[in-house]
């Protein structure tokens, strides 16, 4: 069983940063691949930004060149930065572990972009 815990979600002004965490359990992190996904309000989840267990990355169009995907596996953590927000970001934001046939899921992270 893998717990995924995510923070640094909150209220940020159009334009502003965040930096989203999500810190795993377990042994297996270096070897899982590591997705975000988001959900806004009446909106499918959809996927925003992963990165495998050798450091290749993968981002959703809308929002390359704002956001950067990486890891730190003596953490166990995943980290999304998130730059240049825009109000339409505005969702849940959920980790996604998966290795072999096993995914897990966090709890979700709320950001806000509004003035």
């Known amino acids: 069983q893998v717990q995924l815990v995510e923070s640094g979600g909150g209220l940020v002004q159009p334009g502003g940063s965040l930096r989203l965490s999500c810190a795993a359990s377990?042994?297996?992190?270096?070897?899982?691949?590591m997705n975000w996904y988001r959900q806004a309000p009446g909106k499918q989840r959809e996927l925003v930004a992963g990165i495998t267990s050798g450091g290749s990355t993968n981002y959703a169009d809308s929002v390359k060149g704002r956001f950067t995907i990486s890891r730190n596996n003596a953490k166990n953590t995943v980290y999304l930065q998130m730059n240049s927000l825009k109000p339409e970001d505005t969702a849940v934001y959920y980790c996604?572990?998966?290795?072999?046939?096993?995914?897990?899921w966090g709890q979700g992270t709320q950001v806000t972009v509004s003035s």
């Open positions: 996604r572990s998966t290795f072999l046939s096993l995914t897990y």
């Open positions: 377990g042994n297996r992190f270096s070897s899982a691949v």
